[in-house]
């Protein structure tokens, strides 16, 4: 079974900077694009940025050019770096993976973690 953990939420002031992380770990074959998402309280849950497995990136408009996602293909893992961070940042963080187990190799599905929470606040 694939698992799927996030790490490095937390409080942080206004303009400061929080890093996450997300490890998959199972009997992956091979993971293909891979995305951060969140959602607020009493919102929709949203895309922040996505990397295809080719390293191409996008953003929401709200967080270009503050935020960096980037993958580690050998760890199976995905990173955001946040920088100057604002309240209307905080959320509930997910990350989700598009993986090909060794199982089902060209029928990959999508995976997604807990969450973690990120708070933007003085």
């Known amino acids: 079974q694939v698992q799927v953990v996030e790490s490095g939420g937390g409080l942080v002031q206004p303009g400061g900077s929080l890093g996450l992380s997300c490890a998959a770990s199972?009997?992956?074959?091979?993971?293909?694009?891979m995305g951060w998402y969140r959602q607020a309280t009493g919102k929709q849950r949203e895309l922040v940025a996505h990397i295809t497995g080719d390293g191409n990136t996008n953003y929401a408009d709200s967080v270009k050019g503050r935020f960096i996602i980037s993958r580690d293909n050998a760890r199976n893992t995905v990173n955001l770096q946040m920088n100057s961070l604002k309240p209307e940042d905080t959320a509930v963080y997910y990350c989700?993976?598009?993986?090909?187990?060794?199982?089902?190799?060209?029928?990959?599905?999508?995976?997604w973690g807990q969450g973690t929470q990120v708070t933007v606040s003085s």
């Open positions: 989700n993976l598009r993986v090909a187990t060794n199982n089902n190799r060209y029928a990959p599905l999508d995976y």
């Open positions: 199972g009997p992956i074959f091979s993971i293909h694009a």
